[in-house]
């Protein structure tokens, strides 16, 4: 075999097959992410890099045939093995059709699995096997788990996740609303060793405040009005792996308590309990809010803070990294244009340029919510009249401000003219003027 591909991710509902699975491809030196479902598996597909599917074909909810078409259509050049103990010809066929290159039937030896893998992954051209992504053949451009960008801020970014990945240190990332806060806790769990194991994201502003300390630590029977058994909360969930506390610094004071005591003893109560629950896992927090002002203003535990903050993540808003724009257009394009079935989709220049000039106050949910739209209402190439109106009329810069009005008024025009592919009716409907008036201006 030429050459072993590292991280191989393996679907089965099954733990005990997961397990075996696993302790064979470890012994071989693959990487190995784990998955139960094959939800799970789409996550886990969306932020790591994965050069082998090893799936289950008989799982409860979407069946595993499922996932090999998923991968088949939007991972192409991932190989895919499936793995079965209820086998016939039929799902044979189908499977093969689907896009999977092997069918193992359970039960198998090591040697047959060894030799399903290596053929597997043979499968792939030379020039496939390198780690780059496809989409980091452009100069500069940076492609990790999701996160995509060319410039130095983005760098600094996977450098930090780099260094932080392996290890159970609390992390506190912050950033404006819409800069990427959970992409980047996932990049952290899915690139790390605890990948396999659960990463359970909580938005604790969209939960009510009475029951946020349920939710998150779980409660015994009777704790309250509705609780009808004993139940586990968000923090025993995600033991093993990741708990992505977002907008953390809306959780009332009694919660931000119990949150104290699990990352100092590492244990849990429920809600009602009188006994704790040891808990082994990370915990990532993240808020847009400035949470030392909150400190200073009592609003937020001081000795919480400092206990979320041993390593902080600070993501610049997009406004101030021009370069990430395009990038980051591009894939989204490359993303949504499947979905909708616009595979040739492209931008055009003008378009482009109006993206980058763009302060992006909403930051790259607001870039994903216009590629989506633009290219609902655009046919092959997305031109500036697919683009929302408020983009085509730029903040005023300073300099403007020195220009005379009649030097504004002819910027403004052209800039409608611009806008609309120098559709002279469009450009009066939007001036508000008629087409006579607009062409003795333009002379």
């Known amino acids: 075999m030429p050459l072993k591909r590292e991280n191989i991710l393996i679907v089965d509902d099954n733990y005990d097959m997961l397990e075996v699975l696993q302790r064979n491809l470890t012994a071989q030196n693959f990487h190995i992410y784990k998955a139960t479902s094959v939800i799970e598996a789409m996550n ?9 599917l090893i799936t289950d074909l008989q799982m409860p909810g979407i069946n ?14 991932i190989p895919k093995l499936v793995i079965t103990g209820f086998p016939s010809v039929d799902g044979a066929i189908e499977a093969v059709r689907s896009g999977a290159l092997d069918y193992l039937v359970k039960p198998f030896t090591t040697e047959e699995l060894k030799k399903a893998v290596e053929k597997s992954l043979l499968s792939i051209p030379e020039n496939k096997l390198e780690k780059k992504s496809p989409d980091s053949q452009a100069q500069d451009k940076i492609v990790y788990a999701g996160i995509v960008g060319q410039s130095e801020s983005i760098a600094h970014l996977i450098d930090i996740i780099e260094r932080v990945r ?42 009510p405040e009475n029951l946020l300390e349920a939710e ?59 006994t704790t629950q040891k808990v082994n896992l990370r915990v990532i927090a993240a808020t847009n809010a400035n949470l030392y002002e909150m400190v200073q203003k009592g609003t937020f535990r001081e000795d919480l803070y400092y206990r979320l903050n041993v390593v902080n993540i600070e993501i610049p808003p997009l406004r101030e990294r021009k370069k990430d724009i395009i990038p980051i257009a591009e894939m989204l394009l490359k993303k949504y244009s499947l979905e909708y079935n616009k595979p040739k989709i492209r931008i055009a220049p003008k378009a482009l340029d109006i993206l980058v000039r763009h302060s992006w106050p909403g930051n790259v949910r607001e870039l994903e919510n216009i590629i989506q739209r633009s290219i609902i209402m655009s046919e092959d190439v997305i031109n500036v009249s697919n683009l929302p109106e408020y983009l ?46 607009l062409r003795q201006k333009l002379q």
């Open 44 to 52: 886990i597909l969306k932020y790591s890099p994965v050069d082998l």
């Open 64 to 77: 595993g045939m499922e996932l090999v078409k998923y991968v088949e259509e939007h991972f192409p050049s």
């Open 166 to 207: 392996n290890n159970r240190a609390t992390i506190l990332i912050q950033g404006e609303s819409g800069t990427g806060k959970e992409l980047v806790a996932r990049a952290i769990h899915y690139k790390g060793s605890f990948a396999g194991n659960p990463f359970i994201p909580v938005n604790c502003g969209a939960i």
């Open 216 to 274: 998150l630590f779980g409660y015994v029977k009777g704790a309250f009005t509705g609780a009808n058994e004993n139940r586990d909360g968000f923090f025993q969930a995600a033991s093993g792996g990741t708990i992505f506390l977002d907008e953390i610094g809306t959780a009332p004071q009694a919660v931000q308590t119990s949150l104290l005591r699990v990352l100092q003893e590492k244990e849990v109560r429920r809600v009602g309990s009188q």
């Open 392 to 437: 085509k009329y730029p903040e005023p810069r300073e300099d403007d401000l020195s220009k005379t009005l009649k030097e504004i008024e002819k910027d403004h025009i052209l800039k409608v003219l611009a806008s609309v592919e120098n559709n002279k009716t469009k450009a009066a409907e939007i001036l508000q003027i008629d087409r006579k008036t």
